[in-house]
């Protein structure tokens, strides 16, 4: 007897996409323009795993044929230092997209921050005026995670109309704005969360299930209906007895994949394509800024 294995949603070979058509962008437009898309992110201390991000983003931007305008401040950095900051890329011309990276050191309000940069530079698509638009179906910026898990979605023609779709997770960043573009695809939605009540039922239900929690192993085998497509946007860092760290999702990976028809690996699903989705819209202020 076969034992069935899910379809693995690649989301490493559809960034290289998404790669390959904005140096398309850069390089057709960049004599127009007289310069290239210019990207400043921004952060503070010295998180390991923010660190290796930022590193990942700047490497990314290279590829393609974006500027780099990172800063690194102490982790004693304050506030009004980096509103400064902020208010200074909002007036350079070279910079089209700005992003601060999270998470900031506890004495910083990273919402009040978010709120300083111009909407239109607001490369994290999380300016509640980008939010806004998106509530209202209008064209802009979009929320990196969730736009790069519905793209993922159309590479590979999963339909989302009329399915019953159920978002593990209720977060600005990931959960609420991913389910107003799940509602946009003509899905079913429901947001479930760590506190809902028959979480196990509920997901049980879902034709997409998609978990971001950040919770290792949150979503077991029992709790996905067989054939459902299942989105992993969780990124867990453990260790094992030997000092040896990885990556897991809030996925059990193992036992789901012989009941699912479509999974995304952690890491190389959701995670590359954020990346991927914040270049996008660095390119997308480019040429708005630039029409």
């Known amino acids: 007897m076969t034992i069935k294995t899910a379809k693995i949603l690649d989301g490493k070979a559809k960034s290289e996409k998404i790669y390959q058509g904005l140096i398309q962008t850069i390089t057709a437009n960049q004599g127009r323009i007289g310069r290239p898309p210019g990207l400043a992110v921004l952060m503070v201390g010295d998180n390991p795993a923010s660190a290796a991000y930022v590193r990942g983003k700047e490497k ?3 590829k393609v044929g974006i500027a780099s305008f990172g800063k690194h401040f102490p982790k004693e950095a304050n506030q009004e230092e980096l509103i400064e900051v902020i208010h200074s890329l909002n007036q350079d011309e070279r910079v089209d997209g700005i992003l601060v990276q999270l998470p900031l050191p506890e004495h910083l309000d990273g919402i009040a921050l978010l709120h300083e940069i111009l909407p239109e530079k607001d490369a994290d ?5 980008n939010l806004g638009k998106l509530l209202r179906g209008e064209n802009g910026l979009r929320s990196c995670t969730p736009a790069g898990v519905m793209q993922l979605l159309d590479e590979y023609d999963i339909s989302l109309r009329g399915k019953q779709a159920v978002v593990v997770g209720r977060s600005i960043l990931v959960g609420k704005p991913l389910a107003l573009m799940l509602l946009e695809a003509d899905a ?5 969360h760590s506190r809902s009540h028959n979480l196990k039922s509920i997901a049980q239900s879902a034709d997409i299930l998609i978990a971001a929690v950040g919770r290792q192993g949150l979503i077991t085998a029992d709790m996905v209906k067989p ?3 299942v989105i992993d946007v969780g990124i867990n860092r453990i260790t094992d007895a030997s000092g040896n760290s990885r990556l897991v999702g809030d996925v059990d990976f193992d036992g789901v994949k012989n009941i699912a028809d479509f999974l995304t690996p952690v890491p190389g699903g959701v995670g590359a394509m954020t990346v991927a989705i ?6 997308f202020s480019y040429l708005q800024t630039n029409q």
């Open 60 to 62: 990314a931007c290279t």
């Open 125 to 129: 698509g999380l300016h509640p005026l």
């Open 188 to 192: 079913t939605v429901t947001i479930a």
């Open 227 to 229: 054939g459902a497509v």
């Open 278 to 283: 914040l270049l996008q819209n660095t390119v």
